[in-house]
């Protein structure tokens, strides 16, 4: 196992608990270690905790925030819910290095345009437990990665639980991850 980079904070920066979802804030000069750096958010292990540093404040870590998706002008709405898909690909549980579409758990994307301009999103997507302190996070982030769509006016994600998430449900590459196959 290779080790994790030891980083100071540049400034005060507003984190997640991990797994509670609680927010903290971790202090300027706080010493942390750079657990996980993937889909453009950081999970940081801070006086024996692990925290979830969104991506808007990776400069916090001396990192480069994501870069925000961009749409041709002509879009289809077939081009959107691509884009749409790509940006969840991007979401990832801070405990599990594996994002949340190839772990199965995003049900349903839908796209449809507005009537005067632009086009709102609706997704179903589950958790890998129902009682999963993360889940307002993870759905929060979906959320959020959709907004930065261009065109993207208004997106619902809403977490279901029928069907229950299995581990059949993950992608080949997932299960290989995470030894489940």
Known sequence: MEPMERIR???????????????????????????QALGGSFTIKARGHLLRVEGKDADALGKEPPPQPELPENASDGDVEEMVWEQLRGVFDPEIPINIVDLGLVYKVKVESLPVAGR?????????????????????????RIMEIPTIEEAAVELVFDPPWSREMMSDEAKLATGMF
């Open 120 to 144: 709102r999103v609706e997704v179903d997507m589950t958790l890998t437990a129902p009682g999963c302190g993360m889940g307002g996070v993870i759905a929060s982030d979906a959320h959020q």
């Open 9 to 35: 904070l540049s400034r005060d920066v507003v984190c997640t608990m991990v797994p509670s979802g609680q927010k903290v804030l971790a202090s300027k000069d706080t010493p942390v270690e750079l657990m």
